[in-house]
C-alpha cells in the first residue's frame, strides 16, 4: 500500500462502520455456506436511496 498525502486543511479519518445484528448474522451465514461449499453465495443489493429520498 502507498503513502496517501492529506491536503492541507483536510484530514482523512477512516472508522469501522457499525453492524447490525441482521447484517453480522448475513456475514456469519454468507462465511459458512462458502466454508462448507467453496463458492461464493449470492446476495442481493440493498436499496439505493434517490437524491431526494436522502434529503
Given at each position: 500500500m502507498g503513502y496517501i498525502k492529506e491536503p492541507k486543511g483536510i484530514d482523512f479519518v477512516v472508522d469501522p462502520i457499525?453492524?447490525?445484528e441482521k447484517d453480522k448474522v448475513m456475514i456469519s451465514k454468507v462465511i459458512a455456506h462458502y466454508k462448507a461449499?467453496?463458492?461464493k453465495k449470492r446476495i442481493p443489493?440493498?436499496?439505493q436511496l434517490t437524491?431526494?429520498?436522502k434529503i
Open positions: 457499525p453492524l447490525t461449499t467453496g463458492r443489493p440493498k436499496k437524491k431526494k429520498q
